[in-house]
């Protein structure tokens, strides 16, 4: 089993990044910012470093660090039991390791909200940042952090960044590298034979990550299956035939049908 899991996965889990959800985190982000969900607060151009990391304090902690209101990846563990798989994720917000996933067959390939790296990067490091993360958000004042809280780069000093992928800064570090080789080997192990591609909320903002590779080898492997399951995109080629089944709808709801 090669599970692709998409933001779709996560909001089935809980994790939406507007309507009550934001107005009961970021009421006053939106009110004195004007923006209306925590995505497009994560793109507001902050005149400085202090309003900038208390937004983002705020919002690393609640969707990083809490844990989602539905037990979507728990549902998923218990399906994925006794079976030999590996995931392939574009999500950010460690719910399969708070799952109980095992860390070895996971690759979060878009980063983690739970690292920092140089804005630069003067160097491909990454840094925890939960200790650093917890006290912004204890000690933010009228949506600012204490200036001496500002994430500092240890080798040169800069500030701080996100380690997400969304310029040509993102650093791939040595655990991202590792996990990358691991993906690698497992999808060598089982170019042949019966295989389940699972995409789970997968769209189109970066479909050549996880939706077309998919395609892509069950097309190749007459033995594999290509299973997508979700809300909105749910489709597959008509060259795939029989070998694609696709379930629209909630993907919670779905995987409990499954178990």
Request: aromatic share 16%; proline share 5%.
């Amino acid at each position: 089993m090669v599970v692709g899991a998409g933001a779709g996965l996560s909001v089935s889990a809980g994790f939406v990044y507007d309507g009550e959800r934001f107005a009961r985190y970021f009421a006053d982000f939106g009110i004195r910012y004007g923006f209306r969900d925590m995505y497009s607060g994560g793109f507001y151009p902050y005149g400085t470093l202090e309003e900038y990391w208390a937004y983002w304090s705020r919002y690393i902690w609640i969707n990083r660090y809490a844990d989602p209101p539905r037990p979507v990846y728990g549902t998923l563990r218990k399906l994925l039991s006794g079976m030999d798989y590996f995931v392939l994720t574009t999500n950010v917000d460690h719910c399969f390791q708070k799952a109980g996933f095992d860390k070895g067959r996971l690759f979060y390939t878009q980063g983690d909200y739970g690292l920092w790296q140089c804005s630069q990067p003067c160097h491909a490091a990454t840094y925890d940042n939960e200790e650093a993360v917890r006290r912004m958000v204890a000690e933010q004042r009228e949506m600012r952090i204490p200036s001496e809280l500002i994430p500092r780069c240890p080798k040169c000093g800069k500030p701080m960044a996100m380690n997400l992928r969304c310029d040509g800064a993102f650093v791939e570090d040595d655990g991202w590298r590792a996990a990358a080789g691991r993906y690698g080997d497992f999808l060598h192990r089982h170019g042949r034979g019966r295989v389940v591609y699972l995409e789970l909320g997968v769209g189109y903002n970066t479909p050549g990550i996880i939706k077309y590779p998919f395609w892509r080898m069950t097309a190749q492997n007459p033995d594999a299956v290509y299973v997508c399951v979700n809300r909105d995109d749910c489709s597959a080629p008509k060259e795939l035939g029989a070998r694609a089944v696709c379930f629209s709808g909630d993907i919670s709801e779905i995987l409990e049908k499954l178990t």
